[in-house]
């Protein structure tokens, strides 16, 4: 396997997990029910590569009040890195979430100040490749790790573009930073034409073999895996099944794979979130 390839294999075991007591610096509505959160760690963090994820609690009483309600309020909820800066004292983590339910509106409440306990960097990442355009697919909070990911490609000098679709023009963020490297859809067509990512994709000038990195639904990712099978194009998927335990214990993660015995399922949280897309089995 080629290095860069192996470097979105071997990130999960190659970089140490922490978990660390972040203080929440800022915390803003960027579209609606969608929040950038920065947080501070410690500078000993270890430092994260695009597509890795953390594993987020809430450090309040308020876990206590839900625990006894519900008990899923305990468990920790998986978030993309949507950046990350190295300062002299610090390390910043951003991250972009949509409040959906029980931890993401507490989330959305929380002042700067505020204490969240913080697991990782985790996972594998995407691979950044110097020899070929990356090509962005980003569907709905999908966009989360690709803003990371365009930031290193851009500091690299790797060439990209980004492909990104929402449901509605209220629902895109991020628009500016790579305004001249992106192309928004929409499903309403409140902003550019309507239709989904897929269409613009389908619209794409390939060039020169790139490499499609996807993150978004389920439905969006088989469709992106298709098109990569029929253009014999390299794809990288991020999977964001729903988690349990985010530390390869529970198996609450697993998704069908083409392989045989230990290989049937991937656990998204240990062997993803990023994977080869043609190990995934897409009819499982
Ligand atoms: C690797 C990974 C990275 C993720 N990155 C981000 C991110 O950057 N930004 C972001 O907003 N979200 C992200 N998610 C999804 C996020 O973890 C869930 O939205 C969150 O766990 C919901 O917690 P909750 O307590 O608010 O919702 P709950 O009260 O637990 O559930 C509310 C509703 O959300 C649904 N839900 C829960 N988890 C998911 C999920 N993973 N995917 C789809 N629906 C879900 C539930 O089925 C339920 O209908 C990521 C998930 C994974 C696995
Ligand atoms: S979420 Fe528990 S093993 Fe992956």
Redesign the pocket.
Same mark, same amino acid.
């Given at each position: 396997m080629e290095p860069e390839r192996a470097r979105a294999v071997s990130a999960a075991t190659r970089i140490p997990t922490c978990v660390a007591k972040a203080e929440l610096l800022t915390n803003r509505t960027v579209a609606t029910d969608?929040y950038l959160m920065e947080l501070k760690l410690p500078v000993d963090w270890p430092t994260p590569e695009p597509g890795q $994820?953390v594993s987020i609690t809430i450090e309040d009483d308020w876990q206590e009040t839900q625990s006894g309600e519900t008990g899923?309020?305990l468990l920790r @909820? +998986? $978030? =993309?890195l949507?950046g990350s800066e190295s300062r002299d004292d610090c390390r910043i983590i951003e991250? #972009? $979430?949509?409040? /959906?339910?029980? /931890?993401?509106? @507490?989330?959305a409440c929380l002042e700067p100040g505020a204490l969240v306990d913080v697991l990782g960097p985790r996972?594998t990442a995407f691979p950044l490749l110097p020899d070929c355009e990356s090509i962005l697919i980003g569907g709905g @909070?999908g966009i989360?790790?690709f803003i990371f990911t365009a930031r290193e490609l851009r500091r690299k000098s790797y060439p990209f573009q980004m492909l990104y679709g929402a449901r509605s023009a209220d629902q895109l963020v991020a628009l500016d930073e790579f305004a001249e490297l992106t192309t928004t859809i929409t499903d309403d067509g409140s902003s550019g034409r309507g239709g989904t990512v897929i269409d613009l994709l389908m619209d794409c000038k390939i060039d020169n073999s790139p490499v499609l990195l996807a993150c978004g +639904?389920h439905g969006m990712l088989r469709a992106v895996a298709q098109f990569a099978a029929q253009k014999k194009l390299e794809c990288w998927v991020? #999977?964001?099944? /729903? $988690?349990g335990c985010s530390m390869g214990i529970c198996g609450g =993660?697993a998704v069908p794979a083409k392989g045989d015995d230990y290989e049937r399922y991937i656990w998204? =949280?240990r062997q993803?979130?990023v994977v080869d897309a043609t190990r995934i089995d897409w009819n499982g």
């Open positions: 969608t $994820f899923d309020a @909820r +998986p $978030f =993309c949507y991250i #972009l $979430f949509t409040a /959906v339910g029980k /931890v993401t509106k @507490r989330l996972g @909070r989360a790790p +639904p991020s #999977l964001e099944e /729903v $988690f =993660c998204a =949280c993803g979130p």
